[in-house]
């Protein structure tokens, strides 16, 4: 175990003074939306991976998190340091009321759920012009700062995000509430019949899960200064972080991690190198469907089984 | 799932992607660290929508970007200096091409700076490059929120934005005599940027003619039925419809109007009849529709004659408005940094501001936000061809109008 | 304050011609979904490859596309058995939902790769005008269409009561232990159903390829509104859909006609959320 510890403390001292040996601002750019991505998949994790509940709207939170905080700051003036927490309350909030009549689905039924909602939530905002800017968008000021001190300031709030995610999926691992996720994913029937209050379980996994990508969606918001309908309500947010926990291995800490490190650099690399369009989708989507039928447990779960290496 | 067979495929799997992984990255340490050696070349940096919903137009504006290129290394580059473009793919996504200009700016030390395509693009992109200070010279995007921001490092190449659209048609409405003028306007849009400036722009013009506007409505982008919308329209009887449409709406705009059999005296839609594919989907049905070009190959501006042909020969095929305003883009920097003399992009931009500039989409004279107000090509669908009505001194023949109050089929 | 009543029933007539398309859409998604519990996230996406493979055999070789159509649904239904043979089989729920909508993605991007976002429509100049019915008008392609779906529904629900696969896929559809144990082949049963599931929407792209223009990404544009028509009409339920869709359509063309039609697209998924609230089951399927 010692030899983990020293491992990701390193990691973090390495990520955190990342922006100081950066030789470009463009790799801390980079790296920020790469932690954004792996927010919005470790918070997918765990609707998703430990309850076994596929949320195919995730981009819902996302979007939500973005417009509380483009709303609040871009008309109201308040803080974007607020707004970030109250973008991950409203997206919390959110699922809380979806929680009630979609919980209760089953499986597929769950997928096909939030991927409507997340598709009316779009529409919603499409045609709430005076709340939204509709169509238009909402732009919010350009940060106060200069250039670099404000990537900075982004990365280091996506930092701390990403930390708290992780570390919340950690203690959710090692608690009753973790093990009681699971057996609902296992078995939910027989969860309920040992006395686990399933209901209440699902329910703080989905909040927990949905408060953590809006959380970014309101720091990305601030970051891009322009937001509107179908760049914040993208369905490609919900697949990505599917895709990404998958392939790290879904119902385990390190997975989302790993997946979206990896996948996002290949995205990215795809984008710069081959521009033929439809190419990089045709790559990503292909390695989707090979992850599917041949590693349904993703890279830590095959490492897991075959290495016997420990990862969390 | 424990059987060996099955262990070894998925090591296969797994070395497989670490290797696919790490010759990706190979390839691009190495695309990115090969520098050219003799004259440093001036690097000009852009993204286009070469994948996404934008694809195929992002290619147009690829393929004026290279055109203008060639032509500037043809004929001795840029202060001395070869011109080399660096151009990625931001997927239709705002976010990815904010993010890539980041990266053109900082990594690629991009000298100079072309656009990306599209409104919300442009958008997201110019706020990167107002914080760096760099001159962005874009023919992609043009609603006036890009404008009304007060950015002092962003330039227009679309001879108008997207609220003057409608210039050329209600010049063409003014020049009627006052007893045939139409009365009456209704307009429909999409509910999206883009739509949304046209008919603002619209109800603009319409205001300062005195035309009354009975009618406007929005409507959802991927709209499956307009009858319902259409059916108002019609029961209002306007003598105009203005669309502010994209290609699949505006197609289903006119099909909409032939099954209700009713024409107004004029219909203009934005965006679907500029492109060849209007007739090719609506045959005769889109005889007399109206729509704006923001340039043709016939249009009379100077050195026209020279980039079509140059296109042509080069491409092998007409270039469209989209390519001639990214060369366009290209000769306002060029015509720049040959004027100061240097990259420094504070005089790059002041020299813009304050010069009338002769492209192939017309001479462009910017306002202090950055726009030029030439305003589009009014034209009309006649029988397979695409005629230029307004403006006059471009005029390739005269208009049908008012159009038959019904569709006699 | 209903205007007049001419208005009210363009606006219902258009609803249901709306509603015919939804329909058509949506078969295959039902049939696949009732039988094996299997969203087919990808349908959509293979009615955009049924409309280039109609557009291509139009207007290339110059055969109508009410033949095309045939065409194509012969060679989805390949596509169909093989698809299902290789990768469906291999897994099961909602990680078939997922692979599904991995392969409407890799399809999508295919077909920008072959043949570009370019938009093309098939033109059948007979059904480009309407016929006017006592001032009610009714656009011919979209009577097309609505006919097409009202025939094939109707053949469908036909195979389904009184020939032997069919009443084997019933049987499957309602219990697929027991129908195992009838002696019924589930798997192949499960083969042919996803098959003819996916050679449905060979049909529906044709005719989607006649009243629209279409590239390959406007099927991001229908996969919502078909999971809603599918979920609303009940599971295992070809009436439920039909009928669903029929609401849907005219609702959608009320809202148009007497409010916005901004607010249409809203409403599958408002009926859908509240279909999931109350009743599961939808309106006419058997319980979840």
Redesign the interface.
């Known amino acids: 175990m010692s030899r983990n510890k020293i491992i990701v403390l390193a990691l973090m001292v390495l990520l955190v003074i990342v922006p100081f040996i950066s030789p ?4 801390v ?2 790296l920020l ?1 790469m932690f954004m991505y792996t927010v919005i998949a470790a918070g997918w994790n765990i609707i998703g991976g430990y309850t ?1 509940y ?1 949320s ?1 709207g995730h981009t819902a939170f996302f979007g939500l998190g973005a417009y509380t905080t483009a709303i609040l700051v871009a008309k109201y003036g308040v803080s974007p340091f607020i707004t970030f927490p109250l973008g991950g309350l409203v997206a919390a909030l959110f699922a809380f009321v ?1 929680g ?3 919980l ?6 769950f ?3 939030t ?3 997340s ?2 939530l779009q ?2 905002a ?2 709430l012009t005076p709340i939204t800017g ?4 909402l ?1 919010l000021p ?1 940060p106060p700062w200069d ?1 670099h001190t ?1 990537i900075m300031i982004i990365y280091y709030m996506m930092l701390i995000t990403l930390a708290a995610t992780v570390a919340t999926t950690y203690l959710l691992e090692k608690s009753r509430i973790g093990l009681a996720l699971k057996c609902i994913r296992d078995d939910e029937i027989a969860a309920e019949s040992v006395g686990i209050n399933t209901t209440m379980m699902k329910f703080i996994a989905f909040l927990l899960s949905a408060f953590f990508p809006g959380v970014v969606g309101g720091i ?1 918001a601030y970051y ?3 937001i ?1 309908p ?2 914040v309500f ?2 490609r947010i919900s ?1 990505f972080a ?2 990404f926990t ?1 392939f790290g291995g879904a119902g385990t800490v390190t997975g989302p991690i790993i997946g979206s490190a ?1 996948l996002f ?2 995205d990215l ?5 081959i ?8 790559v ?7 992850i ?5 447990h993703g ?1 830590v779960g ?1 490492l897991r ?2 290495f016997k290496i420990k990862l969390p | 799932m424990s059987s060996k067979d099955k262990s070894k495929t998925q090591l296969l799997i797994i070395t497989a992607i670490i290797i696919v992984i790490i010759i990706a990255a190979a390839g691009y340490y190495y695309y990115t660290t090969q520098k050219a050696g003799g004259t440093k070349p001036i690097i000009v940096g852009a993204t286009l929508s070469l994948t996404g919903k934008y694809g195929r137009t992002g290619e147009w504006y690829k393929l004026g970007y290279e055109l203008w290129a060639k032509h500037i290394n043809e004929t001795g580059g840029l202060l001395g200096r070869p011109v080399k473009l660096i151009i990625y793919d931001d997927q239709s996504d705002p976010t990815t091409a904010a993010n890539l200009y980041e990266k053109l700016i900082t990594v690629d030390k991009a000298d100079l700076l072309l656009g990306p395509y599209s409104s919300a693009i442009v958008f997201a992109v110019s706020s990167v490059t107002e914080k760096y200070h760099k001159v962005m010279v874009e023919g992609g995007g043009n609603a006036l929120k890009i404008f009304s921001r007060g950015y002092k490092y962003i330039f227009l190449t679309l001879p108008g934005l997207a609220e003057n659209i409608t210039k050329g048609l209600f010049d063409f409405i003014a020049s009627l005599p006052p007893d045939e003028r139409p009365k009456t306007i209704a307009i429909i849009n999409a509910n999206d940027l883009f739509p949304k400036a046209i008919a603002n722009g619209a109800i603009q013009y319409a205001k300062k003619l005195g035309l009354q506007v009975v009618l406007h409505e929005e409507y959802p982008k991927d709209v499956k039925d307009l009858t319902p919308l259409l059916t108002k329209v019609k029961n209002l009887n306007p003598d105009v419809l203005i669309g502010g449409t994209y290609f699949p709406d505006a197609v289903l705009v006119v099909r909409t109007l032939k099954q209700l059999n009713w024409r107004p005296k004029i219909v203009f839609l934005t965006v679907g009849p500029a492109m060849p594919e209007f007739w090719e989907t609506l045959g005769e049905d889109a005889n007399g529709i109206m729509g704006e070009s923001w340039w043709e190959p016939s249009a009379p501006w100077k050195g026209v004659k020279e980039f079509v042909q140059s296109f042509k020969e080069t491409f092998g095929k007409d270039p469209d408005y989209h390519a001639a305003c990214a060369y366009a883009a290209g000769q306002v920097l060029e015509a720049a940094v040959k004027a100061v003399g240097s990259l420094d992009q504070d005089k790059i931009a002041d020299w813009i501001r304050t010069h009338t500039i002769e492209t192939v989409v017309g001479p462009l004279k910017y306002t202090e936000a950055g726009y030029p107000t030439l305003g589009p090509l009014l034209i009309q669908w006649q029988n397979g061809k695409r005629v230029i009505i307004m403006p006059e001194n471009a005029a390739t023949g005269k208009a049908i109008y008012p159009l038959p109050p019904t569709w006699g089929g | 304050m209903i205007g007049d009543i001419a208005t009210l029933t363009q606006a219902i007539v258009t609803g249901i011609l709306l509603g015919g398309i939804y329909s058509l859409m949506s078969s295959g998604l039902s049939l696949i979904f009732g039988v094996m519990d299997i969203p087919n996230a990808s349908q959509a996406v293979f009615a955009v490859l049924a409309a280039y493979i109609t557009y291509w055999t139009y207007t290339l070789v110059g055969i109508d596309p009410f033949i095309g159509m045939v065409f194509s649904a012969i060679i989805l239904f390949a596509i169909g058995i093989v698809m299902y043979k290789y990768m469906v089989s291999r897994v099961s729920g909602l990680m078939a939902f997922t692979l599904l909508y991995m392969v409407a993605m890799f399809l999508e991007n295919t077909m920008i790769f072959v043949w570009t976002n370019l938009y093309r429509g098939i033109r059948v100049p007979y059904l480009t005008g309407s016929i006017n019915i006592y001032g009610i008008y009714v656009p011919s392609d979209r009577l097309a269409g609505f006919l097409i779906s009202v025939i094939g529904f109707g053949l469908l629900t036909y195979f389904l009561k009184y020939t032997y696969t069919g009443k084997a896929i019933r049987a499957t559809m309602q219990n697929p232990r027991a129908a195992s144990l009838m002696g019924i082949n589930v798997n192949s049963i499960y083969l042919f159903s996803f098959g003819l599931g996916i050679a449905l929407s060979g049909f529906a792209g044709a005719i989607l390829g006649i009243i629209y223009p279409f590239n390959p990404t406007v099927a991001d544009e229908w996969i919502g509104v078909m999971f809603a028509i599918v979920v609303f009409g009940g599971l295992g339920s070809l009436m439920g859909t039909f009928i669903a869709s029929m609401i849907i359509g005219i609702v959608s063309s009320l809202v148009g006609t007497y409010a916005s039609l901004v607010w249409s697209p809203l409403i599958a998924f408002a009926i859908l959320v509240i279909t999931l609230w109350v009743r599961p089951s939808g309106l006419m399927g058997r319980k979840v």
């Open positions: 470009e601002l463009f790799y750019d980079f939306l076994g596929y195919f979806i009630y009549p979609t209760r689905l089953k499986g597929a039924y997928a096909i759920a991927l409507s909602l598709f009316a529409i919603l499409l045609n509709g169509g238009e968008g732009t350009l250039i404000t990305f891009a200064t322009y509107d179908p760049t993208d369905p697949m599917i895709v998958m990896i650099t290949v690399l795809a984008r710069y190198t521009t033929i369009p439809g190419f990089d989708l045709m990503f989507s292909a390695i989707a469907i090979t599917i039928l041949f590693m349904p890279l095959t089984e075959k």
